[in-house]
């Protein structure tokens, strides 16, 4: 009998990642259905969430790990967003086009590399930039609302707005949080954090089609709220001292 280490079973969720984000390529360009394309990033960053998670808990965390792991993601959170958008509108608009398209794979790998330079230990505590499945989710879950609820309207501004905003916070310094340890033991914070998550979950499975894309946002803004308060606190600290 074959006997697999236990080293090799986050890979099995890296490979699934990276696999998910290949179909969604494969859907865009060959059938169009840019919605089945998104539902294959979205799943892609789910193995993404699961591969890390299963490596701390097996204790079989590695820098081959990170670096693959970092691989998978190019494909799917850089390279897939990169694809859709240039087949659902951008390709009209030439070589402009194309730029824009490239965006996402561009500042996803720049992302990444910074972040596996950057990378002190396996345990994260908050994201410097957005990460990128974030930036994924948020591209992909936008096709994924608009067919539901506005199937006859495309808004090229908009998409252009999401995704120079999500590619740009990509690569800021701007700290977005790490999902929290989940317990009804902690701290009322970790309480009310447990509170969050089921509520999100249960949004989720009620109607991910209305809830994906504005959690998303929601997750994007807390970013930029946080930051805005950080600021704010160091310029009035800095009066005072003056």
């Known amino acids: 009998m074959i006997k697999v280490p236990r080293t090799i079973v986050p890979s099995f969720f890296t490979i699934a990642n990276m696999f998910f984000g290949f179909l969604a390529i494969l859907y865009a360009f060959n059938s169009q259905n840019f919605v089945r394309s998104s539902w294959l990033i979205i799943l892609a960053a789910f193995m993404d969430s699961m591969d890390g998670r299963v490596a701390r808990f097996t204790g079989t965390s590695s820098k081959f790990g990170v670096e693959y792991d970092s691989l998978a993601d190019v494909v799917s959170f850089g390279l897939a967003p990169s694809v859709l958008i240039y087949l659902y509108y951008f390709h009209n608009w030439g070589t402009v086009g194309v730029f824009i398209s490239f965006f996402p794979l561009l500042f996803a790998s720049i992302r990444l590399a910074r972040f596996?330079?950057?990378?002190?230990?396996?345990?994260?505590?908050?994201?410097?930039?957005?990460?990128?499945?974030?930036?994924?989710?948020?591209?992909?879950?936008?096709?994924?609302?608009?067919?539901?609820?506005?199937?006859?309207?495309?808004?090229?501004?908009?998409?252009?707005?999401?995704?120079?905003?999500?590619?740009?916070?990509?690569?800021?310094?701007?700290?977005?949080?790490?999902?929290?340890?989940?317990?009804?033991?902690?701290?009322?914070?970790?309480?009310?954090?447990?509170?969050?998550?089921?509520?999100?979950?249960?949004?989720?499975?009620?109607?991910?089609?209305?809830?994906?894309?504005?959690?998303?946002?929601?997750?994007?803004?807390?970013?930029?709220?946080?930051?805005?308060?950080r600021l704010s606190k160091g310029k009035r600290l800095g009066g005072k001292k003056i």
């Open 116 to 229: 596996n330079v950057e990378l002190e230990g396996f345990e994260k505590e908050a994201f410097t930039g957005l990460p990128s499945p974030a930036s994924a989710i948020s591209i992909a879950s936008y096709f994924i609302f608009m067919a539901a609820y506005f199937p006859d309207k495309i808004l090229p501004k908009f998409l252009l707005v999401l995704v120079l905003t999500v590619c740009v916070l990509m690569v800021s310094t701007i700290r977005y949080e790490v999902m929290p340890k989940l317990t009804l033991r902690g701290t009322i914070g970790q309480k009310i954090g447990v509170f969050i998550v089921v509520t999100i979950v249960i949004l989720l499975i009620v109607n991910p089609q209305l809830f994906v894309f504005p959690l998303t946002l929601i997750y994007i803004l807390s970013g930029l709220i946080q930051f805005m308060i």
